[in-house]
């Protein structure tokens, strides 16, 4: 059984005080969940802090970027050690909004994935096709290609701790959700090429979360299909209200 993972991707939002009061009203609320995997991942300068402010809650914190060295003359990054040191379980890597905006492609998420599990880290992992692509039935290939990259040179262990996150990039904070149909056909794909490139036992265990305007409304629909086993959310991590309607919608879903 695949244990639902909902993670909320604040990007580049909240102070240390407003990201302390949003991990706060989320322990009140869903701390002692204990049905979902849950993970908040909010700017880097903010993690130390609301590592701590999380206690003993199920609540872990993820990063959400790192660069591949550990150090050097690199302005500007952080790395896996530093994250880890302050408090980051988990860190999301490729994300769409690296990969349009500051250069990601699937070769550096291929580095970033090996200096993430080097030291521990679970990488939460991005793919997904832009609307031009799927509008010309791209979908498939673009995916594929996502994977065969972002994955190589991993064995069967270290797949193990990863999360796939398939973000349809049209989805993303534009109110647009993939259906629930549209969201499981890739889902169901990402989960045939696994098997192919790694075995099925492989492919049965690893967590492939959805996300693209996700919120407490749809998450029901979205997190019954059968290979969709969780959320990466946006916009909607951002309020107490609306990120634990997300948790507590997930609870009872089981895979």
Not at 39 to 52: G, I, R, Y
Not at 72 to 91: C, L, M, N, W
Not at 145 to 168: D, H, N, R
Request: charged share 25%; with cysteine.
């Amino acid at each position: 059984m695949r244990k639902l993972f909902i993670a909320g991707n604040w990007k580049l939002n909240k102070t240390i005080p407003e990201a302390l009061e949003l991990v706060n009203g989320l322990r009140r609320e869903v701390g002692d969940v204990e049905e979902v995997d849950i993970a908040v991942c909010p700017v880097a300068v903010c993690l130390a802090e609301v590592a701590d402010a999380t206690g003993d809650s199920n609540i872990k914190v993820g990063a959400q970027n790192i660069y591949w060295e550990d150090t050097g003359a690199f302005t500007g990054e952080v790395s896996a050690p530093i994250i880890k040191e302050a408090g980051a379980v988990y860190v999301i890597l490729g994300h769409s909004e690296r990969r349009q905006f500051f250069g990601d492609t699937n070769e550096t998420v291929n580095k970033k994935i090996k200096a993430a599990l080097k030291h521990d880290l679970l990488p939460i992992v991005c793919i997904g096709e832009s609307l031009e692509e799927r509008e010309a039935g791209k979908t498939i290939a673009v995916i594929q290609k996502q994977c065969e990259g972002s994955f190589a040179g991993l064995t069967v262990e270290e797949m193990e701790k990863i999360t796939i996150a398939y973000e349809p990039i049209w989805a993303i904070g534009t109110g647009k959700t993939a259906t629930s149909a549209q969201a499981q056909e890739v889902h169901a794909f990402i989960r045939g090429w696994l098997k192919k490139a790694f075995g099925a036992d492989l492919a049965n265990d690893v967590r492939i979360q959805y996300g693209g305007s996700v919120k407490a409304e749809n998450t029901v629909e979205l997190l019954s299909q059968p290979d969709i086993d969780g959320a990466l959310v946006g916009g909607a991590s951002l309020k107490v209200d609306s990120f634990a309607g997300i948790i507590k919608n997930a609870v009872g879903i089981k895979k």
